[in-house]
């Protein structure tokens, strides 16, 4: 079973601030993503990398896919509060189907 | 801009009850997923589905649950007889056949099953 560990579960800071969330895994995958959730709302996507050391940036966002295809992190330059929300790493391992983390639930502090 | 729509927003039901969650995929998409998502826990794929057959499914999508494209628009999940365990959000999500990573999401039901 491939999976997908996010840390940390939970970040608040204050505006501002630089943080960094992380996505880890022991499987290779052949891309991954980064998706923001709104309460009762479902997933929307944020980026996707697929090439290994691959790093896209979105405005203050900068994501990077590890070397190895195993892990990727985002990391947020200057958080504003309208930051906040739950942000989560999912995999696509080959095929169709997408595996999720469990999310970083970030708060950023006004 | 396009999105995909879901009904109910929220369901509860009974134990034992058949329920039937429609989404209404982008239209010009043509391959359909259903997530669940347990309260607390991660979203999880149940299944695809393209060209009228099922494409993939989880360990979680068993004998109680089918899938259906009834018509051009619609996209069903149908659970047979309801478990305590069945009370999630259930996602559905659709792609263009050419964007093989980029999945949209409709904003859920809520099943409840008392």
């Known amino acids: 079973t491939q999976l997908l560990e996010q840390s940390p579960q939970f970040l608040s800071i204050q505006e501002g601030e630089n943080l960094t969330v992380y996505c880890n895994s022991s499987?290779?995958?052949?891309?991954l993503q980064w998706y923001r959730q709104e309460p009762g709302e479902g997933p929307v996507l944020l980026v996707t990398?697929?090439?290994?050391?691959e790093v896209k940036k979105l405005k203050r966002l900068t994501f990077q896919f590890g070397d190895a295809r195993k892990d990727s992190s985002l990391h947020i330059t200057a958080a504003q509060p309208g930051d906040t929300g739950l942000y989560l790493c999912?995999?696509?391992?080959?095929?169709?189907?997408?595996?999720f983390g469990k999310g970083t639930r970030l708060h950023i502090l006004p | 801009e396009p999105e995909v729509t879901q009904t109910p927003s929220h369901q509860v039901t009974q134990m034992g009850q058949e329920v039937i969650l429609r989404c209404v995929p982008i239209?010009?998409?043509?391959?359909f997923y259903w997530y669940r998502q347990i309260l607390g826990q991660k979203v999880e794929f149940l299944v695809s589905?393209?060209?009228?057959?099922?494409?993939?499914k989880s360990e979680i999508f068993d004998d109680q649950f089918s899938v259906e494209r009834p018509d051009g628009s619609n996209f069903t999940l149908k659970i047979r007889s309801t478990k305590l365990e069945d009370s999630a959000m259930y996602f559905c999500?659709?792609?263009?056949?050419?964007?093989?990573?980029?999945?949209?999401f409709g904003p859920g039901t809520r099943l409840t099953v008392t």
């Open positions: 990398v697929v090439t290994g050391g």
């Open positions: 999912a995999g696509l391992p080959g095929g169709d189907k997408i595996i």
């Open positions: 239209s010009n998409h043509l391959y």
């Open positions: 999500a659709s792609r263009l056949r050419t964007s093989l990573y980029e999945q949209y």
């Open positions: 589905f393209y060209n009228n057959e099922i494409s993939e």
């Open positions: 499987s290779v995958f052949s891309s």
